[in-house]
């Protein structure tokens, strides 16, 4: 099923992943037909509705100060290192916030349909986290997730760590990795819920660093443009190769240029091979 806009479009089956060829055909002529996004305009009155989203608001206070807490420390942080390239609170709410929490609702309609009866208590593990986005704005919004923070650079690990910290997320931890070594370490290997990725690499190669670190029957989310139909259609085998299909393309709504995104799903069918992941930089040199 792809959701995009309040729509519906019956391109993916709700109980059983479609094939990739049927998936594409279904896209390319929902695309031409139905799937016409149209770029937003956003005004300096843009921060003031994001701050009043239905997204921002649902979170309680408590939440939404730490936040503020987390947007304070990456701004300050940000002077000195290179997280980000917003320089601005709003836009920080708008580009960054606002799309992390658009997918916790893809994450848990995903899960509760295909992988458990709950998706109170989730293992998730924020691939190549950065700035920690969308880890540790998933780990605010919903507390009862154990979110680990995977990043491979020490001075981004120093922020993760010191913002987890300021913020008191007790549900975070911060694992210094690269993903394809922690993908064959066998206290993490198959052991997560679900494995996110934001802003990291193409899908192909995030298959093959996220979906090792997957438990059978579990989820991997990527979330990316507007548009990812060749993206998909080139990432086929790769996700096939890690035991995986894909399970559906969901539309949300985003502060992007076209006012749209896309989280990808994966549903992860069975064991991944143990010679995936590959050696650290190969999966980036030699995708599958």
């Known amino acids: 099923m792809l959701l995009c806009g309040g729509r519906r479009y019956n391109l993916l089956a709700s109980t059983t992943p479609l094939s990739f060829g049927t998936f594409i055909k279904h896209l390319a002529a929902s695309k031409s037909s139905k799937f016409s996004l149209t770029a937003k305009s956003f005004t300096a009155s843009a921060s003031s509705k994001v701050f009043s989203s239905s997204r921002f608001e649902a979170l309680n206070s408590r939440q939404k100060e730490q936040v503020h807490l987390y947007i304070d420390s990456l701004l300050e942080w940000n002077q000195k290192m290179n997280l980000t390239a917003v320089k601005e609170e709003s836009e920080v709410m708008e580009r960054h916030v606002e799309d992390s929490l658009s997918i916790i609702e893809p994450i848990r309609t995903s ?5 458990g009866p709950s998706s109170e208590n ?17 780990a605010i919004a919903s507390p009862g997730w154990k979110v680990t923070l995977l990043e491979s650079l020490n001075k981004r690990c120093s922020f993760l760590e010191h913002v987890v910290s300021q913020i008191g ?12 070594k922690l ?23 995030l298959a093959e660093y996220c979906l090792p670190l ?24 790769a996700i096939q190769l890690m035991g995986a299909s894909l399970l559906q393309i969901r539309c949300v709504d985003s502060h992007s240029k076209h006012g749209q995104r896309t989280a990808i799903i994966c549903l992860k069918g069975k064991p991944t091979p143990k010679k995936y992941p590959r050696d650290p930089g190969t999966p980036a040199k030699i995708p599958l």
């Open 122 to 138: 989730l293992n998730l593990v924020d691939v190549g986290s950065g700035a920690g986005l969308p880890g540790v704005i998933l």
């Open 214 to 237: 997957v438990r059978t029957g579990g989820i991997f989310v990527a979330a990316k443009d507007h548009d990812p139909q060749e993206e998909v259609q080139r990432a086929e085998r």
């Open 111 to 115: 899960y509760l349909s295909h992988c």
């Open 169 to 180: 997320l007790s549900n975070v931890q911060v694992k210094r990795e690269r993903a394809e």
């Open 183 to 205: 993908g064959q370490d066998v206290c993490f290997r198959e052991s997560f819920d679900v494995a996110v990725a934001r802003a990291v690499a193409e899908m192909r190669i």
